[in-house]
């Protein structure tokens, strides 16, 4: 918070859904009353996102503290940034695709549906669901389709999983079946790729963008050596497997409800991809983290020696 007596300049990002209004009280800085309750009063008021510099200003934590006292903010959404240093409220949906065969990992996937298929002995689809509810994400949807009913199973008995089968079919027609009627802003994101996304930061990101939809992107990176040429076709130049100007799809897609009403008017993903990237709707939040996407036996070793690597 800079000086003054008005504390006017403040250095905050709030994204606020639901009827009610955080408001800030008069004079209202360090040593000050920091939040009035929300106005109208409403118990079921909720926050999309919410990041707070305590380096700038650390009198927030009491007054967030308090509300969560008084039950008028749910407390399960109240936790941390995983790069530290703030606090962080959000609520969001996620629904995690896990409808393919993963024809490219058989015999692995002979018996089991892909999200299944463990990596240093724990199914992918626990550690995406781990990783989500570390970032406070839990109402999750996983929209089954190949051996749904090995997922129904593993889920059985973890109530705050909801497993729907979704059938053989494009990624849209899963999500014209599970984002049904007045469907809020939604997160998601494929069921065979981990990546230590922010989700803070994408959803901060999506929503000062103004855009109806966001893609997470990642570096893409050859797979092979690259050699810069002169015209007498000499070497002037030589990377050994550089990271190229491109990037590529991992999805952690927020999709708005003006982009799940508009979803519905086309028969394939990537007609809606293609539809929002011809309107200017398409945000991309650039991703330089940790990421694989488990497709293959390779890729498999790949994320077995990075899960491997971070452990140690």
Request: glycine share 8%; net charge negative.
């Amino acid at each position: 918070m800079s000086g003054g007596a008005s504390h006017e300049v403040w250095h905050t990002e709030l994204f606020v859904v639901g009827v009610a209004q955080l408001v800030r009280a008069p004079g209202c800085g360090p040593g000050g009353r920091g939040f009035e309750t929300p106005r109208p009063p409403q118990q079921n008021f909720r926050f999309s996102a919410i990041r707070f510099d305590l380096l700038e200003w650390r009198g927030v934590i009491a007054p967030l503290a308090q509300l969560v006292e008084q039950r008028t903010l749910n407390p399960q959404v109240l936790g941390s940034n995983p790069r530290g240093g703030t606090i962080v409220m959000y609520e969001m949906n996620a629904i995690i695709l896990c409808g393919g065969q993963g024809i490219r990992l058989r015999p692995l996937t002979a018996d089991i549906p892909k999200p299944l298929v463990p990596v240093r002995g724990r199914p992918i689809i626990d550690l995406i669901i781990e990783f989500l509810r570390n970032q406070n994400v839990t109402d999750i949807t996983v929209a089954g389709g190949y051996l749904v009913e090995k997922l129904e199973q593993h889920f059985l008995s973890d109530n705050q999983v909801k497993v729907i089968d979704t059938g053989d079919c494009d990624i849209i027609d899963r999500l014209k079946l599970l984002l049904v009627g007045d469907a809020n802003e939604t997160l998601v994101l494929y069921g065979d790729t981990l990546s230590d996304v922010n989700l803070v930061d994408l959803l901060s990101a999506h929503r000062k963008s103004k855009c109806e939809a966001t893609v997470t992107v990642w570096p893409l990176k050859s797979s092979f050596g690259i050699f810069d040429l002169d015209e007498t076709s000499r070497v002037t130049q030589y990377e050994e497997k550089p990271e190229l100007d491109k990037w590529i799809n991992i999805g952690y897609f927020v999709l708005s409800k003006s982009a799940i009403s508009a979803l519905r008017q086309f028969k394939t993903f990537e007609e809606f991809l293609a539809s929002l990237t011809s309107r200017r709707q398409l945000r991309a939040f650039k991703h330089r983290g940790m990421h694989i996407t488990i497709n293959s036996r390779a890729e498999l070793e790949e994320a077995e020696n990075l899960l491997a690597s971070s452990a140690d």
